[in-house]
């Protein structure tokens, strides 16, 4: 409030220099003199005009910009809200890897940018089994370790999804196709080694059969997974926890 006062009572000064400027230089071109009621209008005039106008023009002026700043603030809360939405409808509530629609999302983004690499379709073995036995708890808890085994998969160029109950799927980016069978082999052990523990305390098996194919630069998405999917059904057909590619 001093701040818009000084400003009011500056900008009178500014009125009244400028109101008395004018006066002494057209008055006496006109034949006329500056002084007495005159003089005093001259400067008491722009004073009691100016100051309570320009502290009301600035007072407005600070509402004003204190409303665009409070409404920018509420912009920029909202889109980071909006942002935190979208990135929570990306996540599978479970076990925080992408969702199968935004696991596609960004498979159709890597063949885009003609990126290869290795696109894996991943199930555990006799999920059903753990379920039924040790109780849907011990179940979400083998999904939310796959979950983070393949999390640590994660990169610029790589990215995991729940496709769909213990189904899973994980793109890596830039691998050979050696590399990509080397890499299929670790995730299966890896997932093997998970330290599941029932209810008891007994330890629960897992293991995952793995179905994995290559994709060149500017790979179809659906057909590639498809393709997949049809390694992940010989591997299961044949055995499981393995890997076929």
């Not at 005093?40 to 002026?61: G, K, V």
């Not at 290795?118 to 179940?139: C, E, M, P, V, W």
């Not at 983070?148 to 496709?163: E, H, I, K």
């Not at 290559?214 to 590639?224: A, D, T, Y």
């Amino acid at each position: 409030m001093r701040r818009i006062v000084e400003k009011a009572i500056l900008t009178g000064l500014l009125s009244v220099f400028a109101s008395l400027a004018l006066t002494l230089i057209i008055v006496p071109l006109l034949g006329g003199q500056v002084a007495g009621a005159g003089l005093f209008m001259t400067i008491f005039c722009p004073l009691a005009i100016s100051i309570p106008a320009s502290a009301l023009h600035f007072t407005q002026s600070e509402k004003v910009r204190r409303a665009e700043a409070a409404t920018k603030e509420a912009l920029n809360k909202l889109a980071e809200a909006y942002d935190a939405l979208r990135v929570q409808s990306r996540r599978d509530g479970l076990t925080g890897i992408l969702t199968r629609s935004a696991f596609m999302e960004d498979l159709d983004a890597t063949s885009q940018r003609g990126i290869s690499g290795a696109l894996l379709f991943l199930d555990l073995d006799y999920f059903k089994s753990i379920n039924d036995r040790y109780g849907h708890a011990t179940g979400d808890e083998a999904l939310r370790c796959t979950g983070r085994v393949l999390a640590r998969y994660q990169g610029q160029s790589d990215f995991a999804g729940r496709l769909g109950g213990e189904e899973f799927g994980l793109f890596q980016g830039n691998l050979t196709a050696a590399e990509m069978l080397m890499r299929c082999e670790e995730i299966r052990e890896e997932i093997a080694r998970i330290d599941l523990r029932s209810p008891s305390g007994s330890k629960v098996r897992m293991s995952a059969s793995v179905g994995v194919f290559h994709c060149q630069p500017g790979f179809h998405p659906h057909s590639c997974l498809k393709a997949a999917d049809e390694n992940l059904y010989q591997a299961k057909v044949s055995g499981r926890n393995m890997v076929i590619g």
